[in-house]
């Protein structure tokens, strides 16, 4: 991205992003609420274009290319496209449909690589247990990694996660972090985006972070030279103290 702006009426969504994602790397945006993170994603993953600037996407212009061919290379994960999902469709339905770009079983029958491919990213992130039980069955948790197991299907060469550890308690948090870092750290995983306002949801292993309040950058760049007190308590307004152990962040007010 570069110069971007996002306008909706009197309101700026975004301001002057300049922001650029290479294929090793692994972000995480963080922001308060209303900071731009949810615009952002939606420029990231070809459902909204901007009002000035530029947004390259994999190689492509956005207003320059067919959206329809360049969102099937993005997997995303977010609370818009989980209400999509039938709650009564089968998990595993749920999963291997993403191959075909669709919500839900639409085939009598599957291709036989695309069911072991589903079947094996089901196994990774634990709900292959679950494969013939309705999507609306699991738990917060289940769903949320059955969610990314389907954004991984079609081999994105870009997974989006927004806000992934929205409504989990804490055995489920702790579990999607380390699933997280885990996938962080695999050599051949697509260019990871990580959308959070929590520092303890950043997995070990991210290496870059994007700081966003009142839709400007605040900060960008490597996590261990952006991720401090001084640009989070400029990021939250509120002077705020950042510690780190073992690769985890935790923060609280200063003083």
Do not use: C
Not at 48 to 71: I, K, N, S
Not at 111 to 135: E, N
Not at 234 to 240: E, P
């Amino acid at each position: 991205m570069a110069g971007v702006d996002v306008v909706r009426g009197q309101n700026h969504l975004l301001r002057g992003v300049d922001w650029q994602v290479e294929a090793d790397q692994r972000w995480v945006v963080l922001g308060p609420n209303g900071a731009g993170k949810t615009t952002l994603m939606q420029l990231a993953s070809a459902l909204m274009h901007p009002t000035r600037g530029e947004v390259r996407l994999l190689g492509e212009t956005l207003g320059a290319v067919d959206v329809f061919e360049l969102r099937p290379r993005i997997g995303i994960t977010s609370a818009s496209l989980a209400q999509r999902i039938d709650p009564k469709e089968k998990t595993g339905d749920v999963v291997v449909s993403a191959g075909y770009a669709v919500v839900g079983r639409w085939r009598e029958r599957y291709d036989v690589h695309d069911l072991t491919r589903a079947g094996l990213l089901m196994q990774q992130w634990g709900v292959a247990q679950y494969a013939h039980r309705p999507f609306g069955t699991l738990s917060e948790g289940e769903r949320k990694r059955a969610q990314i197991a389907r954004a991984l299907m079609p081999d994105p060469e870009l997974l989006l996660l927004d806000e992934p550890g929205a409504g989990l308690d804490l055995g489920g948090r702790e579990d999607l972090v380390s699933r997280l870092s885990d996938l962080a750290r695999y050599h051949y995983a697509p260019a990871q985006v990580l959308v959070t306002h929590h520092v303890e949801e950043i997995p070990p292993g991210y290496t870059h972070a994007l700081l966003l309040r009142d839709g400007e950058v605040v900060a960008t760049g490597a996590a261990d030279d952006v991720l401090t007190s001084a640009h989070l308590s400029d990021t939250f307004g509120l002077a705020l103290s950042l510690t780190r152990t073992n690769g985890r962040f935790t923060a609280r007010r200063a003083g």
